[in-house]
């Protein structure tokens, strides 16, 4: 099993910038990869971003240019750099981890609201 916890979520101006972070615990050596997804109201969850643990990565093409995704393998953390925010990233943001076999894992998911 591997618990997920996020933060960092908020409101936000447009243009503005936001840090999410996502704390794993438990059977950390079976996660092959990490990401990041989100819901906006009313849309199909989608991938934003995610990072293998060899270190590839791969974005949404909305996203690209703005947003980066880390690792810290030290810490078990994962996080989501958001820059020049759009009111169209308004959604709830989840941190996921697939294992190499088995179901992939959810975090509770974090608000991020862009408003003027």
């Known amino acids: 099993q591997v618990q997920l916890v996020e933060s960092g979520g908020g409101v936000v101006q447009p243009g503005g910038s936001l840090r999410l972070s996502c704390a794993a615990s438990g059977s950390i050596f079976s996660i092959n990869a990490m990401g990041w997804y989100r819901r906006a109201p009313g849309k199909q969850r989608e991938l934003v971003a995610s990072?293998?643990?060899?270190?590839?990565?791969n974005y949404a093409d909305s996203v690209k240019g703005r947003f980066t995704i880390s690792s810290d393998n030290a810490k078990n953390t994962v996080a989501l750099q958001m820059n020049s925010l759009k009111p169209e990233d308004t959604a709830v943001y989840y941190c996921?981890?697939?294992?190499?076999?088995?179901?992939?894992?959810w975090g509770q998911g974090t608000q991020v609201i862009v408003s003027s």
């Open positions: 990072m293998t643990r060899g270190g590839t990565t």
């Open positions: 996921n981890a697939s294992p190499w076999l088995g179901i992939d894992y």
